[in-house]
Each structure stands twice: as structure tokens, then as C-alpha cells.
């Protein structure tokens, strides 16, 4: 993954990296912007497939306020400059995640919401496991990674199945056997009663109104309890804005938001060349 990221970044030749040549150099990582740092095992491999090493000054997952320096790289020149772009977008994006993940789960334990924070799988193609890691240092649940990890029915599913929540689980049971788990999404508390009824293993209430969320959790629970075990998450409507408007209920097992990763500020840092200081010319 790595690799193809350099590749990507430099196709062919590097003429800039020509004019600077292969000198042995050292180069500072500077946080410019508050936030968590998170990214580091992308970040050290980038240099490493360079021939450089990195020394950190930081932890990882530790809050930062600018500037900061963070870290330093030593190894040829044309080789820092030539990974530092990349390394640069990596570090900034999934530590923007880990900030804004962080930043979300405080306020909604400050809310009095014991339960599970998540992320989506509404992530940038190509790029998911680094802004899933960046979730996971912010302390949240990075939720399914793929489409391999837990059958999710969505409506085009039970569409598709006819219309019948029931056939969709069942078939879907049938794929994955007892160790992949099944969760439906629900547009309605009828639907999410089906599903249980089914055997779902978590019922999904979509973008339902903040209102609805906790009475419609606490009946299903109530009414299936002792003969049915499953988890209830609520998604689609999580934002920093509307915390206290109903959806963070005991009675949710988890809440999934994609606000923590879609469209989120980057932590900004620059690499900046140590410069050499010039030979003193002996005495005539």
C-alpha cells in the first residue's frame, strides 16, 4: 500500500530530488496545529522503503499544541524529500480522524453515554485502514471493516429479497454460517421487530427521528427480552451539534456516526531540512 503511494507520487524520475543529491541529512517534524497524533506505523514505513530512519519525540495518540517538533528523519536528502509529501498527507489526515474521534467520544461521555461510540465504512477508497486506525486512536470503534467482516442488510437487500426482512436474514444466516454476524437496517419499529423475530444479531435504526430512538429501543428489549439477544445501533444523524437532542439512550448499544471521519480538519505539519551548518575555514 505504501509502495504504491510512492509510486504514485513519483512515477518515474524525481528531478528535484536529482538537484539535491544523496548527502546524508536530518529533517524535523513540526506540528503546526493542535490535535492527537496518530499515524505514526504509516509514517515510519514510508522512510523505511527510503532507506530512512525516524526518531519520535512524541507518543502516539499524544495531544499536541504548536509548534511541536515531533520527530526527526535522517537518511539521504533526496530520499526525505522525496517520502515526505506522502508521509505528510498520511500523518495529517488520520491524526485529523483521531482528533475529531477523540474530541466526539468526550462529549458524549460528558452527556452520560456509557456505551459504544462507532465510525462507518464511509471511508475514502483506497485509504480505509489508515482512517480506521486514526478511529482507533481516537478511542472509538472503527465499526466492520468490509463487507467480509458482518453481513449489514440494507433496504436494497430486503428489496431484493422481495421485500421480506425474514428471507433476507435467513439467507443471510445461511451464507455465513453461526460465525458471521447479520444486522439489519430498519426504517420502521415494525421492521426492527421482524428482524429480531428473524434472528438479526443487531438491528440498525436509521435516521430515526431523535425522539423515537429511546422508546423504540426500550420495547423491542422489552419485549424480546429472555427469548432474543441482540444489539441495537443508531445511525445517521450523530453530530457535535445535536448531542443532547435524544439519540445517546442507554438503550442503544451503539452509535454510529460518520461526522468523526467525513469531512474532518487535518492536523497540519510541516518537515523542515536541518540546515547544515557551513565549515569554518582554518586560520591563514
Given at each position: 500500500m505504501v509502495a504504491e503511494w510512492l509510486e504514485e507520487d513519483c512515477p518515474s524520475f524525481d528531478y528535484g530530488g536529482f538537484v539535491v543529491g544523496e548527502s546524508i541529512a536530518e529533517a524535523?517534524?513540526?506540528?503546526?496545529?493542535?490535535?492527537?497524533?496518530?499515524?505514526?506505523?504509516?509514517?515510519?514505513?514510508?522512510?523505511?522503503?527510503?532507506?530512512?530512519?525516524?526518531?519520535?519525540?512524541v507518543k502516539e495518540a499524544e495531544p499536541i499544541t504548536p509548534i511541536k517538533?515531533?520527530?526527526?528523519?535522517?537518511?539521504?536528502?533526496?530520499?526525505?524529500?522525496?517520502?515526505?509529501?506522502?508521509?505528510?498527507?498520511?500523518?495529517?489526515?488520520?491524526?485529523?480522524?483521531?482528533?475529531?474521534?477523540s474530541h466526539l467520544l468526550q462529549r458524549v461521555r460528558n452527556a452520560g453515554y456509557p456505551n459504544t461510540l462507532a465510525g462507518?465504512?464511509?471511508?475514502?477508497p483506497g485509504f480505509r485502514l489508515v482512517e480506521k486506525y486514526g478511529m482507533l486512536v481516537g478511542g472509538v470503534d472503527p465499526h466492520r471493516h468490509d463487507l467480509s467482516s458482518m453481513t449489514m442488510l440494507k433496504d436494497n437487500h430486503v428489496v431484493a429479497c422481495g421485500g421480506s426482512v425474514t428471507r433476507a436474514v435467513h439467507a443471510a444466516k445461511a451464507a455465513g454460517g453461526f460465525s458471521i454476524?447479520?444486522?439489519?437496517?430498519?426504517q420502521s419499529e415494525e421492521e426492527a421487530d421482524e428482524a429480531v423475530s428473524a434472528g438479526a444479531d443487531?438491528?440498525?435504526?436509521?435516521?430515526?427521528?431523535?425522539?423515537?430512538?429511546?422508546?423504540?429501543?426500550?420495547?423491542?428489549?422489552?419485549?424480546w427480552r429472555g427469548e432474543k439477544h441482540f444489539l441495537i445501533e443508531v445511525s445517521g444523524g450523530l453530530t457535535e451539534e445535536n448531542i443532547e437532542s435524544g439519540y445517546l439512550t442507554e438503550e442503544v448499544d451503539v452509535v454510529s456516526t460518520s461526522s468523526i471521519h467525513q469531512g474532518v480538519a487535518h492536523v497540519d505539519f510541516s518537515l523542515k531540512i536541518v540546515r547544515q551548518q557551513a565549515q569554518q575555514q582554518p586560520d591563514k
Amino acid at each position: 500500500m505504501v509502495a504504491e503511494w510512492l509510486e504514485e507520487d513519483c512515477p518515474s524520475f524525481d528531478y528535484g530530488g536529482f538537484v539535491v543529491g544523496e548527502s546524508i541529512a536530518e529533517a524535523k517534524l513540526l506540528g503546526k496545529s493542535k490535535g492527537i497524533v496518530a499515524g505514526v506505523p504509516f509514517f515510519d514505513e514510508v522512510f523505511q522503503q527510503l532507506g530512512c530512519t525516524v526518531e519520535w519525540h512524541v507518543k502516539e495518540a499524544e495531544p499536541i499544541t504548536p509548534i511541536k517538533h515531533c520527530a526527526t528523519v535522517r537518511g539521504p536528502v533526496r530520499k526525505i524529500l522525496l517520502g515526505e509529501r506522502v508521509a505528510l498527507n498520511i500523518l495529517a489526515r488520520c491524526s485529523g480522524i483521531a482528533t475529531k474521534s477523540s474530541h466526539l467520544l468526550q462529549r458524549v461521555r460528558n452527556a452520560g453515554y456509557p456505551n459504544t461510540l462507532a465510525g462507518t465504512r464511509k471511508t475514502t477508497p483506497g485509504f480505509r485502514l489508515v482512517e480506521k486506525y486514526g478511529m482507533l486512536v481516537g478511542g472509538v470503534d472503527p465499526h466492520r471493516h468490509d463487507l467480509s467482516s458482518m453481513t449489514m442488510l440494507k433496504d436494497n437487500h430486503v428489496v431484493a429479497c422481495g421485500g421480506s426482512v425474514t428471507r433476507a436474514v435467513h439467507a443471510a444466516k445461511a451464507a455465513g454460517g453461526f460465525s458471521i454476524k447479520v444486522e439489519v437496517e430498519c426504517q420502521s419499529e415494525e421492521e426492527a421487530d421482524e428482524a429480531v423475530s428473524a434472528g438479526a444479531d443487531v438491528i440498525m435504526l436509521d435516521n430515526f427521528k431523535a425522539g423515537e430512538v429511546g422508546g423504540t429501543a426500550r420495547r423491542l428489549k422489552e419485549k424480546w427480552r429472555g427469548e432474543k439477544h441482540f444489539l441495537i445501533e443508531v445511525s445517521g444523524g450523530l453530530t457535535e451539534e445535536n448531542i443532547e437532542s435524544g439519540y445517546l439512550t442507554e438503550e442503544v448499544d451503539v452509535v454510529s456516526t460518520s461526522s468523526i471521519h467525513q469531512g474532518v480538519a487535518h492536523v497540519d505539519f510541516s518537515l523542515k531540512i536541518v540546515r547544515q551548518q557551513a565549515q569554518q575555514q582554518p586560520d591563514k
